[in-house]
């Protein structure tokens, strides 16, 4: 059953008056309501300056025993009471638990994070395990104190680069609309002058110079006409200037820091890897150069025909090496080493009994 008229209007006059000094708007247009988020009972700043003036102080409402301290003490936003209780139960828990959806492994994971916010703040305004609830809330905001900071700086920097670029909307604006007066003061301030100029020189004139002094004007619009294109340019190219001022200000980001001491409480983040030190540039992709599995070079051999060489100006004239020449021979000396001939010939032999329909040469050829 809906309350009454008279119901209405009793509780609209409860509103209007102080709990504690009882003093009525309806007599002191002037006076002014505050409340406490310690307890939310509303009353005036006279009542509030005569009694938490001096110090932290019970609240004076009947059945309220909480400590309330003035500097807490903040004009009521919204008309219910309820609705104030439950924007700053949601400003708190939010301020805490701001994991973004980057930080998650699938978007499943952000939204089961985002219901479990929810059912957090829906526990703390309904008085559901408020006990355990605030625990929990504590000790997750004192294990992942890192990541909760880096996350605010990053809403505080994407509230500053979006209030920048507002502001450098408005000016673009601003100087659009400018541009535009000042454009059609200009066109509105020629046309006449140009026009009590003809007329001048008409009357000045003789008769047959009429076309003339007409061709004369319209030569001198077109020139004036040009020079104001050009700067319009130039106002674009100082409003484009303006625009990509701090570009690269709204791309940057700063790195929220993961704790893992919060996992018990908010399930689905993403594990931190700690990447590895990068190695130095390695060429050959970690294979040693003139390193063979069957022999180690050696920078010279023993050998008669080879030592007489070795000395020869005209052979060392030419920048010949003869560490080239003993790395090809071994090359050359161990490159059948790991073939298996027995293998390859047995394989041979089963690949040759498939065949069934042979050519004749190759039939003769076998023979």
């Not at 909760?148 to 100087?175: C, G, P």
């Not at 025909?305 to 071994?330: C, F, H, K, N, W």
Request: glycine share 6%; net charge neutral.
């Amino acid at each position: 059953m809906p309350p009454s008229r008279d119901a209405m209007v009793h509780r609209g006059d409860e509103d209007e008056v102080c709990p504690v000094c009882k003093s009525s708007r309806y007599l002191n247009p002037d006076m002014r309501f505050l409340i406490n988020p310690e307890c939310y009972h509303k009353m005036c700043e006279s009542c509030v300056d005569r009694i938490f003036s001096s110090g932290p102080a019970n609240c004076p409402v009947a059945g309220c025993h909480k400590t309330l301290r003035k500097n807490r003490f903040r004009k009521q936003t919204f008309e219910d009471i309820n609705v104030e209780r439950e924007v700053d139960i949601r400003r708190r828990v939010m301020l805490v638990l701001n994991r973004r959806e980057e930080e998650f492994d699938s978007k499943r994971d952000y939204d089961n994070f985002l219901e479990q916010r929810e059912d957090i703040i829906s526990n703390l305004v309904h008085g559901v395990d408020v006990a355990k609830t605030e625990a929990d809330l504590q000790r997750y905001a004192s294990d992942n104190m890192r990541s909760i900071r880096a996350n605010q700086a990053l809403e505080e920097q994407e509230a500053s680069s979006f209030q920048e670029r507002q502001n450098q909307e408005q000016e673009l604006a601003r100087m659009r609309r400018q541009a535009a007066r000042e454009e059609y003061e200009n066109e509105r301030r020629e046309l006449l002058a140009g026009r009590e100029d003809v007329l001048a020189r008409l009357a000045a004139g003789r008769p047959g110079d009429a076309a003339a002094i007409a061709r004369e004007g319209q030569k001198v619009l077109l020139k004036k006409s040009s020079a104001r294109r050009s700067e319009e340019d130039r106002i674009r190219q100082k409003q484009a200037a303006l625009r990509g001022t701090d570009t690269k200000k709204s791309g940057q980001a700063v790195a929220s820091a993961v704790d893992m001491g919060g996992s018990s409480l908010i399930k689905g983040l993403r594990k931190i890897k700690t990447p590895e030190p990068e190695k130095p540039y390695d060429p050959f992709g970690g294979m040693v150069p003139n390193k063979r599995d069957y022999y180690t070079l050696q920078d010279s051999y023993p050998s008669s025909y080879l030592d007489p060489i070795r000395q020869d100006t005209r052979v060392l004239a030419g920048g010949y090496d003869l560490r080239e020449y003993y790395s090809r021979t071994l090359l050359e000396a161990f490159a059948g080493l790991g073939c298996f001939i027995d293998e390859e010939v047995s394989k041979r032999g089963i690949s040759s009994s498939l065949n069934v329909g042979k050519p004749v040469a190759t039939q003769s050829a076998s023979q």
